[in-house]
């Protein structure tokens, strides 16, 4: 069974960055089968995705946070990261990591962590 999980601070100072870490089991992120995304919900609002990478290390992000947004990734643990710098209060949110598979659009996401929850206050 593939399992997402999202772990990082809970709260963020304005102008500082925000960093999280997905750690997927019973899953190869080196597969080409498969893409690893970032993606986050404000409250009251719908989801906004945020950024992809694939198998190889290639990223894309949205074009709203690309200046601010990168993704990285560490295969040897499994795991991806988001940063996310100079954020805002407007960057409070739940942030989630899911998994995507195929090449059809809108992309399908097998597989969902269960999200974290990040502040923006001072």
């Known amino acids: 069974q593939v399992q997402l999980q999202e772990s990082g601070p809970g709260l963020v100072k304005p102008s500082q960055t925000l960093s999280l870490t997905c750690t997927v089991s019973?899953?190869?992120?080196?597969?080409?089968?498969?893409?690893w995304n970032w993606i986050r919900q404000p409250p009251g609002k719908g989801l906004e995705w945020m950024g992809v990478i694939d198998n190889d290390g290639n990223t894309y992000y949205s074009p709203s946070l690309k200046s601010r947004t990168s993704i990285s990734r560490d295969t040897s643990k499994n795991q991806f990261s988001l940063q996310l710098n100079s954020v805002t209060p407007e960057d409070t949110a739940v942030y989630y990591c899911a998994r995507e598979v195929g090449n059809d659009r809108p992309p399908p996401y097998d597989y969902w962590g269960q999200g974290a929850r990040v502040t923006v206050s001072s």
């Open positions: 019973g899953g190869s992120m080196t597969s080409s089968a498969y893409r």
